[in-house]
Structure formats: C-alpha cells, structure tokens
C-alpha cells in the first residue's frame, strides 16, 4: 500500500499510524477524528471501544453544503459538531488529526470546535 503513495501521502500515513498507536476513544471520551480532501471536510466522534460512531458532520450533508473546505468553512464545521457534542452531552475528546499537520485548516476547525465547548 505504500509503495504505491507519493513522498507526501506515505510520511501522512505514517504519521497517522504513529498517532493511532497512543490514541483511542472511550465512552467517556471519544475520538474526534478529521477527513479532509480537496472538495470536503468531515469530522467524526468515535468510540473505539464500542465500534461505533457516536456524532458526525460533512460537508457532504445537504445542510451543510455551502461551508467550503477552506479555513473559515473548518470554523463552521467546528462549531457545529461541537454544538451537536454539546447535545448529545459529551464535553471531553481525544482530537485525532489522522495524519495532517495541525496549521490550516485543521487547526481552524479545532478551535471552532473549542469556541462552541468542547475541551481536548
């Protein structure tokens, strides 16, 4: 699998293998893990013990569809998953970044996150 990547894309996989080593999600604290492409961004909350998604958000979703991939629409993003957290009362998360380096976009959409009251 990795012999087929880019420099660029091998040395993200391996970071996210590194990563995923110390990080897991429990019920009372769940894995916030971030997706992003050229076209979308999508958060999930996850519970790895449990195996199963406990909160999501794209840009993918018709509600959601004119947020852009870019810096403020990550905002956006972030703030609304931290809102649907909110809800479902979960307050504390481990932030997974899946590999991407935390400038850009994923740190804005970590701090929309943290604006709406999720702490990690």
Excluded: W
């Amino acid at each position: 699998m990795l012999r087929k990547m880019n420099d660029k894309q091998r040395s993200r996989i391996k970071r996210k293998i590194h990563i995923r080593k110390r990080i897991s999600g429990t019920p009372a604290c769940p894995r916030m893990t971030v997706s992003r492409s050229n076209r979308s961004l999508s958060v999930q909350v996850i519970d790895d013990v449990a195996g199963r998604t406990l909160v999501s958000a794209s840009t993918l979703e018709k509600e959601l569809s004119a947020i852009k991939p870019n810096k403020d629409g990550a905002a956006k993003l972030g703030d609304t998953i931290g809102k649907r957290l909110i809800e479902k009362q979960i307050k504390t998360v481990v932030f997974d970044r899946n590999g991407y380096l935390y400038h850009g976009v994923i740190k804005a959409l970590a701090d929309g996150a943290r604006a709406a009251g999720v702490v990690f």
